[in-house]
Nanobody
């Protein structure tokens, strides 16, 4: 499985960005794909996940800071998952990664971890 994240860049506080994750090479019919991020000097954290079996969900530690601002979606015809990010703040500055686990729901993947990771895309929120 290969994942390619794109769409990062420099944005002003309050602005928006949409990240894309193009996926290919799946061998199973269903899978979970999620966005993670890692800010400078901080641990990687989960942002949001989407799967056929349990829909969309936020990672527990991200709900308070991201719900209402970040939204995950997918285009099955393009095998692409998106992360729409609105009302960005400097605290959202990070490298954003997409990752996937085949044959898994989002909830299952939160316990077992992801199998495949793409290279990240840098999001910088600054005036």
């Amino acid at each position: 499985v290969q994942l390619q994240a794109s769409g990062g860049g420099l944005v002003q506080p309050g602005g928006s960005l949409r990240l894309s994750c193009a996926a290919s090479g799946f061998t199973k019919d269903y899978y979970a794909i999620a966005w993670f991020r890692q800010a400078p000097g901080k641990e990687r954290e989960g942002v949001s996940c989407i799967s056929d079996s349990d829909g969309r969900m936020y990672y527990p530690d991200s709900i308070d800071s991201m719900k209402g601002r970040f939204s995950i979606s997918r285009d099955n015809a393009k095998n692409t998952v998106y992360l729409q990010m609105d009302r960005l703040t400097p605290e959202d500055t990070a490298v954003y990664y997409c990752a996937t686990r085949e044959g898994s729901s989002c909830l299952e993947s939160m316990y077992t971890g992801m199998e495949y990771w793409g290279k990240g895309t840098l999001v910088t929120v600054s005036s």
